[in-house]
């Protein structure tokens, strides 16, 4: 069944680079991203793994976890991890999850429409394992992204979308296209003018139901 936004998030424990995981207990009370890949040692792949190394600091400051899932063994994976380094200049200290059994990408319905699965299977046929999951601290998903297999993710827009989920998070507004942090937010059309201007400030009306005010600190 797929994962739709606000779902919670399925629960797994699986072996890892960091040891048994239980993902829920995992997040705890922070925000994580689970991103997958279909194989360990393919070049996009490793760019992005390469690319979640550089930024952790990042997401330290948006205390925010991150974790890999591959379809290969943890021992391939520490393996693959000094070419990720390598590539970033950057240790890679996320967990990555061995998921050889497919539990994970079948728990979140990643895998494609026509997926084939034999013995001694490659990239190709779990070519859609490539999928982002922004979940919140109580374990709802909050944002998806699917990416085909000649497509590299772009990490700027996932840091972007995920500064976006945080502060519209339990918050009366909205962010509009292409939103940046400090950038004005859309009131929710929940609040009358008056109840938007005591809680947000002063409005900048475009139209009735397009208003904008300075983005809450």
């Known amino acids: 069944m797929a994962i739709r936004l606000n779902d919670i998030a399925p629960d797994f424990t699986a072996d890892s680079t960091a040891g048994e995981i239980k993902l829920h207990d995992w997040i705890g009370e922070n925000y994580a991203i689970l991103f997958s890949h279909p194989k360990d040692f393919t070049p996009v792949c490793t760019t992005e793994f390469g690319a979640v190394a550089q930024l952790a600091p990042e997401f330290?400051?948006?205390?925010?976890?991150?974790?890999?899932?591959?379809?290969?063994?943890?021992?391939?994976?520490?393996?693959?991890?000094?070419?990720?380094?390598t590539v970033a200049n950057a240790p890679a200290n996320f967990p990555i999850i061995d998921d050889r059994s497919l539990l994970v990408s079948k728990l979140y319905d990643m895998l494609p429409a026509d997926a084939y699965l034999p013995d001694g299977r490659t990239p190709a046929h779990s070519a859609t394992v490539r999928t982002v999951f922004i979940i919140g601290p109580d374990k709802?998903?909050?944002?998806?992204?699917?990416?085909?297999?000649?497509?590299?993710?772009?990490?700027?827009?996932?840091?972007?979308?995920?500064?976006?989920?945080q502060a519209t998070d339990g918050?009366?507004?909205?962010?509009?296209?292409?939103?940046?942090?400090?950038?004005?937010?859309?009131?929710?059309?929940?609040?009358?003018?008056?109840?938007?201007?005591?809680?947000?400030?002063?409005?900048?009306?475009?139209?009735?139901y397009l208003r904008y005010a300075k983005a809450p600190k």
Do not use: C
Not at 60 to 85: F, L, P
């Open 140 to 165: 709802k998903v909050r944002l998806t992204m699917s990416y085909p297999m000649s497509v590299g993710r772009n990490f700027a827009e996932i840091m972007r979308a995920l500064d976006a989920v």
């Open 60 to 85: 330290e400051k948006r205390h925010t976890k991150v974790m890999g899932v591959s379809v290969d063994s943890v021992e391939e994976h520490h393996k693959w991890m000094r070419d990720i380094e």
């Open 171 to 208: 918050v009366p507004i909205a962010t509009p296209a292409n939103w940046q942090p400090g950038q004005d937010v859309i009131v929710a059309l929940s609040l009358s003018d008056e109840a938007a201007e005591e809680k947000f400030g002063k409005l900048d009306i475009k139209l009735p």
